[in-house]
């Protein structure tokens, strides 16, 4: 059985066959998608294989999201605090057991992918093997600012305190804090920096 279900904020799970602002399409079953109280959700899909876990904590923001997940036995758990527009999740068909986490406090722009596989074959002209056989999970430590068109690849990991320049490729772990990333493939640019939701002019008056 699959279930839709809504953890209130006094901690109730309550399950529901629907939710404003999200369509599900069930590729399996035994799965869920379980969202926290309160959030914001809008036009947002998802697509939910066998034994897959959706789980988004509170306060959070979405709109456009799109999450695919064709591989079965996969997770996407996504921390409190998250704010999202046009992003979209890729567990591609084949794979399994594929995570993508992201944690607490993130904020990512217009137009993010991850992707935990390729999704097709590249082999070689003359053995036919295939060379790009083997996904990866992903994660995105807390406190993390992704720009625009930003993409992750399968292996892709951030710690806490990242930024992605806009139309950055992320396809390996990085593991030093407070840095900005950029580049295709991305590169550390800039170290000991951090970032805040607020307007430049807004933060500048309160520090």
């Not at 939910?48 to 996969?74: L, T």
């Not at 990866?136 to 292996?155: M, P």
Request: charged fraction near 25%; include cysteine; charge should be neutral.
């Amino acid at each position: 059985m699959n279930k839709l279900i809504v953890i209130t904020k006094d901690h109730r799970e309550v399950e529901t066959d629907k939710l404003s602002g999200l369509d599900i399409e069930w590729l399996g079953k035994d799965s869920f998608v379980k969202i926290y109280e309160p959030f914001t959700i809008n036009k947002c899909f998802f697509q939910v294989g066998e034994n897959g876990h959706i789980k988004i904590q509170e306060n959070s923001n979405m709109f456009e999201m799109y999450i695919r997940m064709a591989a079965i036995n996969s997770k996407v758990e996504i921390g409190n605090n998250f704010i999202t527009s046009t992003a979209k999740f890729i567990l591609a068909r084949g794979g399994t057991n594929n995570s993508i986490i992201i944690g607490n406090n993130c904020l990512f722009s217009y137009n993010i992918s991850i992707l935990t596989s390729d999704g097709h074959s590249v082999f070689d002209v003359n053995t036919k093997k295939v060379l790009n056989n083997s996904g990866g999970n992903i994660l995105v430590s807390d406190h993390c600012w992704l720009g625009n068109d930003v993409c992750l690849t399968k292996r892709a990991k951030l710690p806490r305190d990242t930024i992605c320049a806009a139309k950055s490729l992320i396809n390996k772990e990085f593991s030093e804090e407070n840095t900005m990333l950029g580049g295709i493939p991305a590169k550390i640019i800039k170290k000991f920096v951090s970032w805040d939701i607020k307007h430049p002019n807004e933060y500048m008056m309160e520090v």
